[in-house]
């Protein structure tokens, strides 16, 4: 038995299928997911409560327009990284099998 072939054979049985999940990079993309959507969320928050406080008097219009514009742009990425997911999944779905 030529002793290459056996490392080959070892490396292979030790190795993790393609559809196991690496755990380590799982987390990090998801904590990354998870601070991009709260910081989405402050934003528009922040925005909201500006302009309740504009309404009131209580902001100057200069804070609600930056508000909104923040908001706006906030809403454009969002919106083109959701697109992006779909055209990937709709490209998976066109793959031969």
């Known amino acids: 038995m030529d002793i290459r072939s056996l490392y080959a054979a070892q490396s292979y049985a030790a190795s993790r299928p393609a559809t196991e999940p690496d755990?380590?990079?799982?987390?990090?993309?998801?904590?990354?997911?998870s601070a991009a959507a709260k910081d989405f969320i402050g934003t528009l928050r922040q925005a909201e409560h500006t302009a309740q406080a504009s309404m009131t008097g209580g902001a100057d219009p200069h804070a609600l327009v930056e508000a909104l514009a923040q908001s706006e742009l906030a809403v454009e990425t969002v919106v083109a990284v959701r697109n992006k997911v779909v055209e990937a999944?709709?490209?998976?779905?066109?793959?031969?099998v």
Do not use: T, V
């Not at 755990?23 to 997911?33: L, M, N, P, T, V």
């Not at 999944?89 to 031969?96: N, V």
């Open 23 to 33: 755990e380590i990079a799982r987390s990090g993309i998801q904590e990354k997911f």
């Open 89 to 96: 999944y709709q490209e998976i779905l066109r793959m031969p």
